[in-house]
């Protein structure tokens, strides 16, 4: 069974920083390119950041950039997210997403596995 696996969620002021996780069991997703999505209350959702298959190309919503950083340790079948400078409007569920393919994406359509989300909650 192939599983993503999300941690690293909770309550954080703004300003503050998280750093989420996302574990990938049941099968290897180091040739895969992966992205992290959110979705807030009453909103479709959106794209944050996603990683090549090797983990040199990134690319960011122009919402975090420079706030966040995504990236990737294959051996450990694991996608992160540091997320710094925190802000209210950051507030969501958070998404990791990997594809079959080895580019990136911004499109939710194109990714074929989905976790389960984590909750980001930040206070101002």
């Known amino acids: 069974q192939v599983q993503l696996v999300e941690s690293g969620g909770g309550l954080v002021q703004a300003g503050g920083s998280l750093r989420l996780s996302c574990a990938g069991s049941?099968?290897?997703?180091?040739?895969?390119?992966m992205g992290w999505f959110r979705q807030a209350p009453g909103k479709e959702r959106e794209f944050v950041a996603a990683?090549?298959?090797?983990?040199?190309?990134?690319n960011y919503a122009d919402s975090v950039k420079g706030r966040f950083t995504i990236s990737r340790d294959n051996a450990k079948n694991t996608v992160y997210l540091q997320m710094s400078s925190l802000k209210p409007e950051d507030t969501a569920v958070y998404y990791c997403a990997a594809r079959t393919a080895r580019t990136r994406s911004t499109l939710p359509h194109e990714y074929d596995y989905w976790g389960q989300g984590t909750q980001v909650t930040v206070s101002s």
């Open positions: 990683i090549s298959w090797s983990g040199v190309s990134t």
């Open positions: 049941g099968r290897t997703f180091s040739s895969n390119a």
